[in-house]
């Protein structure tokens, strides 16, 4: 697929720095300066009209005087001169700038004004910016610094990201002294071109990169976010830390849901869902980098601490408790092993005390057997210099048996004077080491936390699940017709309605206007009955007392109505109530009350509740959110998250309820919000659930028209699996051939396919010399992102097996106009149409994301391929290099 389209701002070879100067203290005489200190090996032009010269360095009256190409230009003037500067860069064919001015939107509406007429240019001439109103980037590993920071950055592995250059130059400063290095340091500013998504692409791929890490503010564009947020924690950790989590959402909610979540709580739900691991502050953001670069991985949560001071295995399990880090009973065989070894007065529980005077032999033994504990994913060794101690040499063991034990090892070496040197032995040996047990033990819950959200990361939900089939176009009458009578809140009757053609069990409902009409609504459904107010400005019913429960017989039913009505208008004068509800009175002694909800946030769009129901929901404040869409494992998750589930199972004497139809309303719910854009806000509560079943009682909707859009599901922050996509058709000879996007599970079949292709297939696919796909080409190859790529493979069924044959694949470029693809058919299927059909579907696809032109290179000795795109339609153009061919089409 050739360079990346971001290569020239971070990897230039030549820097125009316009507005470099002499003047003392100003941002363009220290920019130019930290280019020229920091040796930057490349060609720097300094532009100034006014000067022949800047700091001994010949100078430019405009960019477009300076002999040769640009690659990045950095602009240091003032804001007005700013668009100008740009059409300038672009005239002379520069492709990337860095705009340090300030002055445009932060400023108000006229320096918007300012920002859009520069971004209009740079759109114009396709050039990428960084900025404006930011620090600048780094990148030391190639003695870059376009920065008018103070601090020098040291070399190393981790990118940092930032919305705030004050956050940046903070880090910056924090890090020197801990000699903390970067492979990249970018600070956003306004980020009214460049955004995360877009710069988390270049890192994902980056070599020099290993760990990346997020300070964020806000996010402008939560589609393309996560696509490279998600792309990016594939292939390596991502750390984020995010100002302002405190901050409440604006607007009142019309739902129990809607007063729950807040912006930080989907912001949450978001990272996770990425495979990101949030922390709360600078030093844990580098304890996460520390720990996650290390190459550990964690398959649970379970902790073994290790120690010679009880107070420090007390402070350790303290902070794994308060982090819902599980320390495991030690199995019998491994008491009976330690009891063997450790002397009798050791703890004989977990923290595994092993006295002050643990020689490097007991460590040795301890970590040894607690390593071979099924029980145990971790193990973090405390040492506590005391004078028996001898902390090198335990360090020096526990250097020797980390790679041994094949669990993670964090070290926790207390103190200072008498443990540097053993701190220094462990950063050698890249072995997490901490001063504290707190520290230890959080540093193992980014482990686990990064286990579990990966695990989420691979789940690509379809859409639809096969049965119950729901009727989508009905409810979209229903609520066509709410939104064609004005109202955008659903009736209790209509919100019912909905859930039923989703396939979710509701209790039946009937609207009364009156007592009367209410006497007749309860002789039609069976006693006891539970009557509501009906009111669509009336979302809590039992603080207007609302609510009348376990009605016995017919001559309770007109009372009823009379007391509900009466309360609700001294209660809510202003209200408009159109009369009652009746329903059936779901009793059973297994019951337990959840809810389920949907909020629309302002950012993430929907997202998804779960939680206790009831009439408290709000005091017991207990529920779990998790971006759509959902699948098996995503909603068991989601369960697991909230106090109550420790409710759903055997309890005293209460059967545990029926975890599958739970699970299967939760993605019922999925469905909905996925198929029906209208929904803003949801709210099934109570949601009754028992051994055998479970039944919305309650249900509330509230709906807007949504925006117009040619992307399907363009209101969610994450594409479903495209399984509209799934076709299939027969080869001349009878064979059944599918044809469908590439999932993660794909991955096996993936790796066999290539492997299995001829050396002259495999190198017109890749243009090398390539045996099989690296882990992480496996994983960039399997894990897309169907919103900006697509790939689909072509399979049939041997024995019962799916084989792959053949894949197609494209990417969207960064003008959204054009894509890249490419194609491979396994040898033997080749001459029987596959390519073709492939690559006829694969266009179709491209089309309706808006691609207008489809290019590819092949190679001139690939004679079957380019006999393939001449017949379908792709013209062909000689490139630089004579062994390659460009050809293109446009699929409009």
């Known amino acids: 697929m050739g360079t990346h389209y971001l290569d020239k701002l971070f990897n230039p070879s ?65 804001a007005h001169t700013v668009p ?51 620090l600048g980037i780094m990148r030391p590993h190639i003695k870059l610094n376009a920065t008018f920071d103070n601090n020098i950055a040291a070399t190393g592995h981790i990118a940092l990201v930032s919305q705030s250059g004050a956050i940046v130059a903070a880090i ?90 807040g912006d930080d709580d989907a912001f949450d739900a978001a990272l996770r869902r990425a495979g990101a691991v949030r922390v709360l502050t600078i030093e844990q953001l580098f304890s996460a980098a520390e720990v996650l670069s290390s190459n550990y991985r964690a398959k649970g949560g379970r902790l073994a601490i290790i120690t010679n001071g009880g107070g420090a295995g007390v402070m350790a399990a303290d902070r794994a408790a308060e982090l819902n880090i599980a320390l495991p009973k030690l199995s019998e065989e491994t008491m009976a092993r330690l009891n063997a070894v450790l002397p009798n007065e050791w703890s004989h529980q977990n ?51 980390a790679k041994e034990f094949g669990k993670p090892t964090i070290a926790c070496w207390m103190g200072e004077s008498h443990v540097k040197s053993s701190w220094a032995l462990f950063s050698e040996h890249q072995i997490p080491c901490f001063d504290t047990p707190e520290k230890g033990v959080e540093a193992f819950s980014y482990l686990a936390e990064y286990q579990r959200n990966q695990q989420l990361l691979l789940q690509v939900p379809a859409p639809l699940s096969p049965q119950p089939k729901p009727d989508i176009s009905g409810s979209r009458l229903i609520i066509e017709g709410v939104l064609s009578e004005r109202r955008k809140i659903l009736t209790t009757t209509e919100s019912k309605a909905i859930l039923k053609a989703f396939g979710i ?83 059973d002694p297994n019951n337990r009350e959840l809810m389920i909800g949907v909020v629309r946030d302002k950012v993430f769009g929907p997202v998804i509740t779960f939680g206790a129901g009831g009439s408290l929901v709000e005091i017991i404040h207990d529920r779990a959110i998790a971006l759509p869409p959902l699948n098996q494992v995503i909603a068991r998750h989601l369960i697991e998250k909230t106090r109550v589930s420790k409710l759903l199972g055997q309890f005293r004497n ?69 399984s509209h996509l799934i076709s299939t058709w027969q080869l001349s000879d009878g064979t059944n051939i599918t044809i469908r996007p590439i999932r993660p599970e794909d991955a096996k079949i993936e790796q066999d396919f290539v492997r299995n292709l001829s050396p002259q297939s495999r190198y017109f696919r890749f243009m090398e010399h390539l045996q099989e796909l690296t882990p992480a080409m496996l994983v960039r190859f399997t894990q897309i992102d169907y919103d900006r790529e697509m790939a689909l493979i072509s399979t ?47 266009m179709g696809v491209a089309r309706t994301h808006g691609v207008k ?40």
């Open 796 to 842: 049939y069924k041997k024995n019962g097996e799916e084989i792959h044959i053949g894949v197609a694949r494209y990417i969207i470029n960064p003008d959204q106009d054009t894509c890249e693809f490419a194609l491979v058919v396994a040898d033997e299927w080749q001459n029987k149409g596959i390519g073709t059909r492939l690559m006829s579907e694969l």
């Open 172 to 261: 910056l400063d924090w890090a020197f002294n801990k000699k903390i290095g970067f492979s990249t340091i970018v600070s956003l500013g306004n980020a009214a071109d460049l955004d995360f998504g877009e710069i988390l692409d270049f890192l994902a791929v980056d070599t020099e990169t290993k760990s990346i890490l997020l300070y964020i503010e806000g996010i402008h564009d939560a589609r393309r976010f996560m696509s490279g947020l998600r792309s990016a924690a594939r292939m390596k950790p991502v750390i984020v830390i995010k100002g302002g989590r405190n901050a409440q959402g604006s607007g009142a909610a019309r739902s129990h849901t809607g007063a729950l979540v």
């Open 654 to 722: 209460m059967k545990p309820v029926n975890m599958e139809t739970l699970i299967n309303i939760l993605l019922r719910v999925s469905e909905m919000v996925c198929e029906l854009p209208y929904i803003q806000e949801m709210d099934i509560n109570p949601l009754i659930v028992n051994d055998r079943e479970a039944v919305a009682v309650d249900a509330r909707i509230v709906i807007d028209a949504p925006p117009l859009s040619p992307i399907a599901y363009s209101h969610m922050a994450i594409c479903p699996y495209p």
């Open 84 to 134: 100008h500067i740009i059409s300038e860069c672009g005239e002379k064919g520069v492709r990337a700038a860095v705009v340090i001015s300030a002055g445009f939107s932060e400023t108000g509406s006229k320096g918007k004004e300012l920002e859009q007429s520069f971004l209009k240019s740079s759109h114009e001439y396709r050039m990428r910016l960084i900025g404006p109103n930011c």
């Open 505 to 587: 069990p509701i209790t039946q409902t009937i609207e009364a206007r009156s007592a009367n009409e209410a006497l007749i609504a309860a002789e039609s459904i069976q006693f006891p009955l539970v009557m509501k107010i009906n009111s669509p400005d009336i979302t809590h019913k039992q603080d207007v007392g609302g609510v009348q429960l376990n009605i016995e017989n017919a001559e309770a039913v007109r009372g009823a109505f009379a007391r509900l009505m009466d309360s609700a208008r001294q209660s809510r004068p202003d209200a408009r109530i159109s009369g009652v509800t009746v329903e059936n009175m779901y009793k």
């Open 351 to 401: 923290p595994v005390d092993i006295i002050g005077d643990a020689t490097p032999e007991r460590y040795h033994n301890a970590l040894d057997i607690c390593s071979k504990d099924t029980n145990i994913d971790g193990l973090l060794t405390i040492l506590i210099p005391v004078a028996m101690s001898k902390p090198l040499k335990v360090a020096e063991q526990i250097v020797a048996d």
């Open 853 to 892: 032109t489809m290019m590819g290179e092949i190679l001139s000795s690939n004679i079957l391929m380019l006999e393939l795109v001449k017949h379908l339609g792709f013209s062909l153009s000689r490139m630089e290099d004579p062994s390659i061919i460009m050809v293109t089409k446009s699929i409009t």
């Open 14 to 78: 030549s820097i125009a720095v316009i507005g470099a100067s002499d003047r003392p203290d100003s941002v363009g005489m220290k920019l130019f300066s930290n280019l020229l200190k920091g040796d930057f090996p490349g060609k720097l032009f300094p532009v100034n009209p006014r000067h022949g010269q800047v700091q001994g360095v010949k100078a430019f009256s405009s960019v477009k005087d300076i002999p040769g190409s640009i690659d990045l230009a950095v602009i240091t003037t003032p």
